[in-house]
């Protein structure tokens, strides 16, 4: 509809977007509230030939894992529609690639066939660099082009094992498929599994992003709009934990043997990313390396390859997914205002910001401080975002990383307590950021900014916060779910492998505890 809107429509183009987003919202509550618990598999399935002859369908399905994730897009996308009515600039083309962005992250987590799944992946990356480069700010050529860099890697090395696996379906099913469930009927051999399992851990793990293919992120992070880089952090970063997921259950051999290693080099993803979100004076790479940083617990929670460990790394993802869309959204509010994100120097003491040392467009602008009087509204919403990514009582990020440590203690007992030292290290540079930001002498230029005030400006930041309390109190309601899809996953990984893989497996194990 809003490719027959005309550009100077800007309202009209803004509230239809608002509009098929409110609608799938609710279509995706509908999902979550329709969803049985009690049944196995996938569930509101529709399955179409598309090319018979190729065996491409049109296979679409969810399971407890996919309804959470599709819940979590559909609150980013519509909280981001809204954060996004500031934008004046190209507002048609803006809209539609942001819309055509979000097909693509819906497509990913309800393909059942990997074609689609495959294409959807690249249709949610594509659209990321036209509204960095166009709409973004800090660097945004160099972040553009070093994320469609990185990302285009991770795709193409994803690219070879599952065109391999439909090259093998053939002799295995006697017609070629894309289908996953089929797939997963197929016994692979155990080291058949261990070798395509690796390049599909490093395509998907690029984009989770896994350490060392990490450092494109928090660049993406700083370059982008408040809405994309909400639906960066959000749901484009869970996108490889997904595919992590889906390909666990494909290769369930090959996971047990190389989750044990994904547990060890998430150590660096909690640790470096959280010591370097220390020493960032600009609150946009602080908050994109503190988002690596918790990928990485996302990331321990699955190599823990227990049922706790694991339905806590599904529920950090939806978690963090709002927490780090609300700590955007109020970031790109304030900047919006003050044209800067930087912190007072000694917000940096831990650490030169050689981040921002290059970027000159911030340095005309006095340094943030001693807003909380100014802007109480969005003082009260950035500490609470604050002490949710601290892991508070209260909030669905403390649920989901005490799952995580619990569920990973047993099999990984010192990375389990690096781990929670992580924690430490988040509560540390939140502090500092509230107190550098919000306490302290104003700079007479920020005593003529403004709260958000209107309807408009307030809906985004009081729907994540609720969500992030909901969940918090009552993470029932998505524990339960994420079981039922966790389960059947784990199950074929506890029957699976053969002598000569599981005795690797527990010399591997055994080394990197």
């Known amino acids: 509809m809003i490719l027959t809107l005309s550009e100077e429509r800007k309202e009209a183009i803004r509230w239809i977007a608002a509009g098929s987003t409110f609608v799938c919202l609710i279509l995706s509550l509908v ?21 018979p002859t190729l065996g491409i369908a049109w296979h679409l399905g969810v399971d407890g894992i996919s309804t959470a994730m599709v819940l979590l897009t559909s609150f980013i996308i519509f909280t981001g529609v809204f954060v996004s009515f500031s934008i004046q600039k190209r507002v048609k083309e803006f809209f539609i690639l942001l819309l055509l962005l979000v097909t693509g992250v819906y497509g990913v987590f309800m393909s059942l066939d990997l074609f689609f799944f495959y ?40 690219l070879v094992p599952i065109l391999t696996v439909y090259a093998v379906s053939y002799k295995e099913l006697g017609h070629y498929t ?10 692979f051999s155990d080291r058949f599994q261990i070798l395509f399992f690796l390049p599909l851990l490093i395509g998907f793990g690029t984009l989770v992003p896994m350490w060392p293919f990490h450092s494109w992120s928090p660049g993406g992070h700083a370059a982008a709009p408040s809405a994309v880089s909400m639906l960066h952090a959000g749901v484009l970063m869970k996108l490889g934990a997904y595919g992590i997921i889906r390909m666990m259950y494909l290769f369930p051999v090959g996971a047990k ?10 150590m660096a993803n909690i640790l470096y990313g959280g010591y370097v979100a220390m020493s960032r004076r600009d609150l946009k ?14 990331l321990l929670g699955l190599a823990s390859l227990n049922i706790i460990g694991f339905n806590g790394a599904v529920l950090l993802m939806f978690a963090h997914g709002i927490m780090t869309g609300l700590a955007f959204g109020l970031i790109g509010f304030l900047y919006d205002q003050t044209h800067t994100r930087m912190l007072p120097e000694w917000a940096g003491e831990y650490g030169y ?30 500490i609470a975002m604050s002490m949710a990514s601290s892991g508070l009582p209260g909030f669905a990020n403390f649920v989901s990383e005490f799952m995580i440590i619990i569920g990973t203690f047993r ?36 005593k003529t900014l403004r709260d958000p005030s209107t309807f408009v400006e307030r809906l985004p930041f009081v729907t994540l916060l609720a969500v992030l309390m909901i969940i918090g109190f009552y993470p029932g309601i998505l524990v339960n779910l994420i079981h039922v899809g966790s389960a059947p996953i784990l199950e074929r990984m506890q029957g699976g492998g053969g002598t000569v893989v599981a005795s690797l497996v527990e010399w591997t194990t055994g080394w990197l505890r």
């Open 31 to 51: 999902l979550l509230f329709q969803f049985d618990q009690a049944a196995a598999g996938f569930q509101f399935v529709e399955n179409l030939e598309w090319v």
């Open 178 to 187: 894309f289908d996953l469930l089929q797939l997963a009927q197929i016994h």
């Open 411 to 446: 099999a990984y007992p010192i990375q389990t307590v690096l781990a929670a030292f992580g924690v430490v290290i988040t509560t540390v540079y939140y502090l500092r950021a509230i107190r550098a930001a919000f306490f302290g002498e104003i700079h007479p230029k920020w």
């Open 257 to 266: 043997y190389w989750m044990p290693l994904v547990a060890v080099l998430c």
């Open 353 to 382: 910001d050689s981040a921002n040392a290059h970027d000159q467009s911030q340095k005309k602008y006095p340094e943030l401080s001693g807003l909380a009087k100014q802007l109480p509204f969005l003082g009260f919403f950035f």
């Open 285 to 298: 790479f602080m908050v994109g390396y503190s988002s690596s940083s918790h990928m990485g617990y996302v």
């Open 119 to 158: 294409f959807f992946y690249e249709l949610a990356v594509i659209p990321m660099f036209l509204l960095i480069g166009v709409w973004g700010s800090t660097n945004r050529e160099y972040a553009t082009m070093k994320l469609t860099l990185y990302l285009t890697f991770g795709a193409v090395i994803a």
